[in-house]
């Protein structure tokens, strides 16, 4: 090669290597941990399907659960609505970071459908319709009835102004137009589950967990229905709202996002691993055991959709209820 040729070959090299190297970096990614930010406390049902998430992802590369919790999951996903695309900074959140929360603020620091991509919608958590037992009722059709006639008397617990937990226990009332049931709410499942176990509260409409049922099981509470599409899995004798009530779904589905930006390749590849995690009977297992269902359709596609379809669901629902954002 005489030396013009050299120096042109050098000239194409130079300008071809941005793209080089960016497909390069996409090829090997992640090569160095990822953070996975739970806008949450520890502790709670999305850290826990995140760090079962995170263990399954170990096939891809190392990804550490990093709990920045407050405001209902907007100060979490905030900062990853703000971080680099590149894949490093990724959000496990749920229909209250994506939804509720926004929908409640004023001017939240993001807006969920332009800041972020859904990469996948791992399980979701229903909530339920649960009694204490000395309420003189057998099942849902009964205590509906029970609702509607003592509507100024009944009152129902939540895990908090503004969380899902509440939004079940509106609808329930927008449903059977029994306005006057009046919200108690608790800072958490805990001690809600705690005064409907004592009786303080009648009612209460809870995220289904393996506590519950045990509880449920042990006769200290009753659930008479889950607000799910179907009976879950984990506990098929107890019904379906909707088989009684049509239109009582409200679940909390968590799942993987990252910011709007993030390189598609990236996305698709966090997608595919997913959906390969839920094909683990283990996983599948945990899950269930914890009254999670796991999503059959973990695509980035499929979590586009069905977030677009929960928007314009549960909006609607929030502003007929004023709903309030917990403080």
């Not at 098929?236 to 679940?251: D, Y």
């Not at 007929?320 to 917990?326: E, M, P, S, V, Y």
């Amino acid at each position: 090669m005489d030396r013009r040729g050299f120096i042109r070959g050098l000239a194409t090299v130079a300008a071809l290597s941005p793209a080089v190297r960016a497909a390069g970096a996409q090829s090997r990614y992640p090569d160095h941990p990822v953070r996975l930010i739970v806008p949450y406390a520890p502790g709670g049902v999305v850290d826990a399907v995140a760090r079962q998430w995170g263990e399954r992802m170990r096939t891809v590369g190392t990804f550490v659960v990093e709990n920045q919790g407050g405001a209902g999951g907007l100060i979490g996903a905030g900062a990853v609505a703000r971080a680099p695309a590149d894949g490093y900074t990724l959000l496990f959140g749920d229909t209250s970071s994506q939804i509720i929360s926004p929908s409640l603020t004023a001017s939240p620091p993001y807006d969920a459908a332009k800041d972020f991509v859904a990469v996948s919608i791992v399980a979701t958590s229903s909530t339920a319709i649960v009694i204490h037992p000395s309420l003189p009722v057998t099942n849902f059709a009964e205590f509906i009835k029970y609702a509607q006639g003592h509507n100024a008397k009944l009152s129902y617990a939540s895990a908090g102004a503004g969380t899902v937990t509440h939004l079940a226990g509106e609808l329930f009332k927008q449903l059977i137009k029994a306005p006057g049931i009046v919200h108690v709410p608790y800072r958490g499942a805990g001690p809600g589950l705690s005064d409907l176990i004592a009786g303080t509260v009648p009612m209460m409409t809870p995220n289904v967990t393996g506590q519950v049922l045990d509880m449920h099981r042990s006769g200290k509470v009753k659930i008479l229905a889950v607000n799910a599409p179907a009976r879950l899995k984990a506990a098929p004798e107890i019904p379906a709202a909707n088989e009684t009530l049509p239109g009582l779904v409200v679940q909390l589905a968590a799942g993987v996002f990252a910011p709007a930006a993030t390189p598609q390749p990236i996305v698709a590849q966090l997608s595919e691993a997913t959906a390969a995690g839920l094909k683990d009977p283990d996983f599948i297992r945990v899950l269930e055991a914890a009254g999670l269902e796991a999503r059959p359709d973990a695509s980035f596609t499929a979590a586009k959709a069905f977030l677009d379809a929960e928007q314009k669901r549960l909006v609607p629902i929030i502003q007929a209820a004023g709903l309030k954002q917990q403080q």
